[in-house]
Structure formats: C-alpha cells, structure tokens
C-alpha cells in the first residue's frame, strides 16, 4: 500500500512540477497568466462576475476566467482531474480526498494560514486534515437551514401560520395541492442530484434529535444512518400524497427554486446562501419568508447552522501558474469580496472578524431570518467527517432510491447501508495510519454538537 502511494504521489507531483514550469513560459509569451475559477454558486454569479471583472482591470498580468455550473459540478471537476486539467481554483466535490492523496490539491501555504488565524473566524478554519495540513477555509460565514414558504399562496389557502410539526406540514401540502388544480403544489424535493438528500433527509431532522455528523456518530465511532428512515417515512408521504412537484426523480435545484419563485410551490427547504436566489438570481413574485424546520413531537435536538458556512476554494496542484492562482485565491478572502456579497445578501455572513458585524442589503428584507441563530444550535459541519471508500451505492445514492421506491425496506436498506460504511471506514482507518495519518480525531465519546445559547459558542 505504502510503495503504490509513494509512487502515485511522485507521478503526480513530477506532473504538476512540470505544468507548472510549462505555464511560466506560457505565461511570458502571452502576457498574461490566465486563472479559471470554477463553481456552482449561481445565486452570486452576476456580483462575483463584477468583482472578476474589476480584479482584471487591476491586475494587467493575470486574466481570471468564471464559471458557474449546474448540479452536476461535481462530475465536470473529477473528469477535469482524470485529463489533468482542472480548474486553478474551484469548489468542494466528493473524491477530493483521493486526489489529494495524489498530491493534486494544493495545501495551504504556511503565509495564508497565519493570516487565517488572525482574521478569520475559528469555525471557517476548522481542523487541518489527517496529514496535519490544510487545504481549504470557509469562503462565507455560517449558514442556517430553515423551511421557506410562500405566505401569499398560505392565504389563499386559508392557511394561518407555517407547519410547527411534519404532521402539520403534511396536512398544509394536501391543501394547497388540492387547490392548486395541478399548477401549484404544497412541496418541492429535487431529486435529480442525489447529494440533495443531504438536505433534505439528513439536516431537516436535526431539530428532532435525529442528527449525527451526516451518517457518522463520533460518539461510537461508526457510521449510522438508521436514524434517518423517519424522514425517508414523511418524504415517501407527501409523494404518495400527490403533494410533492411534479417529478422528485427528475426535478434539479434551480428549477424547484424558479418555481418556489414563481409563485407554485407552497414550501421548499432553503439556506443562507437563497437569500441572493430570491432576491437576484430568481426574483420571487411573492411574498415569502423562512422558520425553523418542523419537529415530528417536540424539540430534542437543534436547529441546524453550517459551520463556517459555505465549503471553501481549494486550488488544483497542477496549476500552470501558481503564483497568480496564489494570488487570486487570497483575493477571493479578501474584504473587498466578502463586503460586496454580504452587502448584495449573495451571502448571510462573513468569515472574516472585521465583517462580523456588516448586515446585508437592508432593502432586501425577505430571508433576513436566515441572519438570526435560533438556539439550541446544531452543527452541521462538526466533527470531521471520514470518507471512506465502500462497495455498492452510497449514502445519497440510497436515500435517494429509498425515498422513491416505497416497494423498498427502509430499516433492512439502511441497515445494509451502515454494513457498507462500516466496513469500508475500518479499511479507511488502516490506510490512513499506514501513511501516519491521524484517524484518532475521528472518535470523540464526548461529543457535543449542541450550543444552547451565543455565549457558549
């Protein structure tokens, strides 16, 4: 195991020495060093456009290219990494940690994380990765997860206040489906990117108790999703009640959004980052607000806030100028872009301490309420989380086909599903420490995800 790393990493690393050399006289003969910066954050697109565009104006020696793509990101960035040429600088995307074993992401350079800790908030920083670097911060401040519904299509319907319980939810989605005659519906749940069960299964029972570290308990050190076949149960509901848009299994984000926009949806789970949505990327033509996710009896656990927020930049190692990528990546930290998104409500909140109390747009009011933490907390995006490598369908994968195939057996499907984690994660643990990598900061019998009050945090 130990030879077969060695000498991918060294592969690999020979590959990004001599791209990167390659780029410098690439750099020289056109005057510019070109930096492509690839996400899928469509909400921000117009206002990152414009700080790329005076960045450009700025910087006469480099040329930063923006892409912003759809759901399927993730499939674009790995076929990118297979034809070594990915983006300079990108988003998250499950795999990483393979290529990173390879030598093919960045870490961060010693300079940066100095500048990190002095500046920016502890929870955007988080834990370095099992080889003590790290490789990426958070871009925005945390995010709350909460249920948006359409206060406009609620009167129509007679409906007086937002769903405390899934039962209540349940009954409100019937009625505005019943009298929606086929054009407007109670909920949306786009299906057609399995990872959106993440936030549709896994975070909205957080409230409940229902919650762990996406599938990982810490606590006992095993992977365990069995506690999220009650919401597998209510999802399966509301599509056997005709109340869900029209179909879950092919229905993308963006377009669930446009039509929660639109004015045809009566409820649909939403974060931080919607407000821009709403606000700019599909103004919505009605009334709407946000409120903690329903609970199945009462509270037991937290309402959910994504540490550190957004998931970070990371650059590819394979850069042909990494110099300029540097440079560009410490930009997309800087106040001046986290100002300018906050200011444009493209984010909630920022990382950086000098922003902390910076609110956004105040003439957009709608969404506000995704700024307010709602105590007891629950953190998303704590602990750390192992990843590893299993056989079969993963665990989006099976929620997903769960959620839609009422013929399967929820516990037995579950059960499998841990079987599968379970046994991959013990694999994990033996090939990390044969590379001396750190697994023991997996395990944490102390865990405590819940923050009961500000101060506490």
Request: glycine letters at 8%; charged letters at 25%.
């Amino acid at each position: 195991m130990k030879k077969l790393i060695c000498s991918l990493l060294a592969g690999v690393m020979a590959l990004g020495m001599l791209s990167g050399c390659g780029g410098s006289e690439e750099a020289t003969k056109d005057g510019k060093a070109k930096i492509m910066i690839v996400s899928s954050e469509r909400s921000s697109q117009k206002v990152m456009q414009e700080l790329i565009d005076g960045f450009n104006a700025s910087h006469p020696d480099i040329e930063v290219q923006y892409e912003c793509k759809d759901d399927t990101v993730g499939d674009y960035l790995k076929t990118t990494y297979t034809s070594k040429n990915p983006p300079d600088i990108h988003i998250s995307f499950s795999g990483m940690d393979s290529l990173r074993l390879a030598g093919m992401i960045r870490p961060l350079p010693d300079d940066f994380m100095e500048w990190a800790r002095e500046n920016v908030i502890k929870d955007a920083i988080g834990d370095p990765d099992l080889d003590g670097k790290y490789y990426s911060i958070g871009k925005s401040g945390g995010a709350a997860a909460k249920l948006a519904y359409n206060k406009d299509l609620f009167a129509e319907c007679g409906i007086e206040a937002p769903p405390k319980t899934f039962a209540e939810m349940r009954e409100i989605a019937k009625i505005i489906t019943e009298k929606g005659n086929g054009v407007k519906y109670g909920f949306a749940l786009p299906l057609k990117d399995a990872v959106f069960t993440r936030y549709y299964v896994m975070i909205p029972g957080c409230p409940s108790g229902l919650m762990n570290r996406d599938g990982f308990d810490p606590a006992t050190d095993k992977f365990d999703y069995s506690i999220y076949g009650k919401m597998v149960g209510f999802l399966r509901e509301l599509i056997a009640d005709g109340s869900v848009f029209p179909t879950p299994y092919t229905l993308d984000n963006d377009t669930a959004r446009a039509q929660f926009a639109e004015g045809n949806v009566g409820m649909i789970y939403a974060h931080g980052w919607d407000v821009a949505v709403y606000n700019d990327q599909f103004p919505a033509k009605c009334d709407w607000a946000v409120v903690d996710y329903p609970v199945f009896d009462e509270l037991k656990g937290g309402h959910p806030f994504g540490v550190g927020g957004t998931t970070g930049w990371y650059m590819s190692a394979l850069s042909k100028y990494p110099d300029a990528q540097y440079e560009v990546f410490k930009w997309l930290y800087s106040e001046e872009v986290q100002k300018r998104l906050l200011e444009t409500n493209s984010i909630s909140s920022a990382t950086l301490k000098s922003l902390a109390d910076v609110i956004t747009n105040s003439e957009k009011k709608n969404g506000a309420e995704f700024a307010t933490r709602t105590y007891p907390l629950f953190k998303t995006d704590w602990p750390k989380r192992p990843s590893p490598t299993i056989e079969g369908d993963d665990d989006y994968t099976t929620l997903k086909n769960l959620i839609l195939d009422p013929t399967l057996d929820i516990d037995a499907e579950l059960s499998a599903l841990n079987d599968r984690y379970n046994k991959g994660y013990e694999q994990f643990k033996i090939d990390k420490t044969e590379l001396g990598e750190d697994v023991s900061q997996y395990y944490k019998p102390d865990v405590d995800y819940i923050v009961d009050s500000p101060e506490d945090e």
